[in-house]
C-alpha cells in the first residue's frame, strides 16, 4: 500500500532525501501518521522518524536527531525523510508506514496498518 524511493549508495558525510507515496487509491498520506522504520542486517528494526497527520508533530530516534528532518506535502502527498550527514551505521532497507491519525508519534509498529517494501540506502566509501 505504501511505497518509497529515494534510497542508494552515498558516502559517509552525503546526503540522501527518501520518499514515502501511496499506490492505489485506497490510502490517503494526508490523513496518516507516517513513520519512518530501518533495518540493518542481523539487527532489530529502530524507528527513525515520525510525522502527524496534521505535521504538527514530529518525532525522531536519538541516532538521528539533528540530521535527519521528516516533512509532508499534502499538495503531492507525500511523506519526505531528509538524510543529512550520513554515516555507514545508517546503511540499512527503510521502511515507512502509516498508522491511524491519534497515534500522533512513535514506533510501536503493532500501530501501523500499511507498510512499504522499503528501500535500501547504504553508506560506505
Known amino acids: 500500500q505504501l511505497v518509497e524511493s529515494g534510497g542508494g549508495l552515498v558516502q559517509p558525510g552525503g546526503s540522501l532525501r527518501l520518499s514515502c507515496a501511496a499506490s492505489?487509491?485506497?490510502?490517503?498520506?494526508?490523513?496518516?501518521?507516517i513513520a519512518w522504520f530501518r533495518q540493518a542486517p542481523g539487527k532489530e528494526r529502530e524507528g527513525v522518524s515520525s510525522?502527524?497527520?496534521?505535521?504538527?508533530?514530529?518525532a525522531y530516534g536519538d541516532s538521528v536527531k539533528g540530521r535527519f528532518t521528516t516533512t509532508r506535502d499534502y499538495a503531492g502527498k507525500k511523506v519526505y525523510l531528509q538524510m543529512n550527514n550520513l554515516v555507514p551505521e545508517d546503511t540499512a532497507v527503510y521502511y515507512c508506514?502509516?498508522?491511524?491519525?491519534?497515534?500522533?508519534?512513535?514506533?510501536?509498529?503493532?500501530?501501523?496498518?500499511?507498510w512499504g517494501q522499503g528501500t535500501q540506502v547504504t553508506v560506505s566509501s
Open positions: 510525522i502527524s497527520a496534521n505535521g504538527a508533530t514530529t
Open positions: 492505489g487509491s485506497t490510502l490517503d498520506l494526508d490523513d496518516y501518521t
Open positions: 508506514a502509516a498508522a491511524q491519525p491519534w497515534v500522533r508519534a512513535g514506533w510501536v509498529a503493532g500501530l501501523y496498518d500499511a
